[in-house]
C-alpha cells in the first residue's frame, strides 16, 4: 500500500512539473508565446476570477471531467502567476507551495499542535484568532464592525460583499424592527435613484444605483434569499428562452422588429412552461 501510494506522488508531481515546464517555455522570449509573454499578474486578473467561477458552476453540475479540466485550468493561472514573479526575482511556485502548507499547520494547532477543537464552531474561532494574529490585527472578537466591513468590500466580489456586510451590521444591531421599515427604504431608495436619473450626474445616479441594490439585498436578507443565486438563475431562464426564440426563428433575431421580438419571446416562455409541465407528468 505505502509502495502505491509512494508511486501515485511520483506521478502527481511529474504531472506538476510537466505543466511548470509547460509554462516556463510559453514565457520563453526565446520561442514562447507572444501572448503569455505579453501577460503582467494584472492583466491576468480576469482569469483568475473567471477560472474560480467556472470550478464552482463544474462542481454545481457535478460533472467530473468538467471538474477536473476546470480545476486545471485554475492551476494554470497559479503556476503562470507564479512563473511571472519568478521572472523578476519576487517569488516562485516553491515559495507559494511553502506559505500555504505552513499556514495550514498554524492554522490546525488542534491537528498538528496540542490544542484541542471539539467543534466546527471552535475550530473557526481558532482559525479567526491566529489569522488576525498573523496580520498583526486586533482578536476578530475586538475588532472594530468597520475593519470586518472593509476586509469584505476589499475581497469579496461586489455582491457578495455587500450580503456580508449586511448580515454582519445586523448582527451588531444595524437593522429595521421588521420588514414594513425594510420596503420603506427600498421604496426611498427607488425614488432617490429616480431623481438621480432625472436631474443628476452620472457620479451621482451610479451611487444612487448602488443604495438602491444595497437596500434590495436587505429585502433578500429578510427573506433568507441568495440574490446570487436569484441572479444567476434569471440569467439562465433568458438564455433558455433565448435559444427557444433562435429555434423558432427563420431569419437572424436582428432582423426582426421589437414587436416580433416580443411574440417570439413569448413563444417560447409558453413552450418552456409547457416543457415544465409534461416533466412533471
Not at 448602488?210 to 438563475?233: E, H, M, T, V
Request: overall charge negative.
Amino acid at each position: 500500500m505505502a509502495s502505491h501510494q509512494t508511486e501515485k506522488t511520483r506521478e502527481t508531481l511529474a504531472a506538476l512539473q510537466e505543466l511548470i515546464d509547460v509554462v516556463a517555455q510559453l514565457r520563453n522570449p526565446n520561442g514562447g508565446c507572444p501572448w503569455d509573454l505579453a501577460q503582467t499578474p494584472q492583466t491576468l486578473t480576469p482569469y483568475v476570477i473567471e477560472e474560480a467561477y467556472e470550478v464552482v458552476d463544474a462542481i454545481k453540475h457535478g460533472d467530473k471531467q468538467a471538474i477536473a479540466e476546470e480545476l486545471g485550468d485554475l492551476l494554470l493561472q497559479v503556476v503562470l502567476q507564479a512563473q511571472i514573479a519568478s521572472e523578476s526575482g519576487q517569488f516562485s511556485l516553491k515559495e507559494v507551495a511553502q506559505k500555504i502548507t505552513q499556514k495550514m499547520i498554524r492554522r490546525h494547532p488542534h491537528v498538528f499542535g496540542d490544542v484541542t477543537a471539539n467543534s466546527v464552531e471552535e475550530v473557526r474561532q481558532n482559525w479567526e484568532q491566529i489569522k488576525a494574529a498573523e496580520k498583526g490585527e486586533t482578536a476578530p472578537e475586538n475588532q472594530n464592525l468597520s475593519d470586518k466591513l472593509s476586509r469584505y468590500a476589499r475581497t469579496l466580489p461586489p455582491l457578495m460583499a455587500a450580503m456580508k456586510i449586511s448580515q454582519k451590521s445586523a448582527e451588531f444591531g444595524f437593522e429595521w424592527e421588521n420588514i414594513a421599515g425594510v420596503w420603506e427604504k427600498f421604496e426611498e431608495e427607488l425614488a432617490e435613484f429616480k431623481q438621480a436619473l432625472a436631474q443628476e450626474t452620472p457620479e451621482e445616479q451610479q451611487a444612487e444605483l448602488g443604495d438602491l441594490l444595497f437596500s434590495l439585498l436587505q429585502i433578500a436578507r429578510w427573506y433568507n434569499l441568495d440574490p446570487a443565486a436569484g441572479l444567476q438563475g434569471t440569467n439562465q431562464r433568458f438564455i433558455n428562452r433565448l435559444q427557444k426564440m433562435e429555434i423558432f426563428a427563420d431569419r437572424p433575431l436582428s432582423d426582426y422588429t421589437i414587436e416580433e421580438l416580443e411574440a417570439l419571446w413569448q413563444q417560447a416562455k409558453k413552450e418552456i412552461a409547457a416543457q415544465k409541465l409534461m416533466a412533471k407528468d
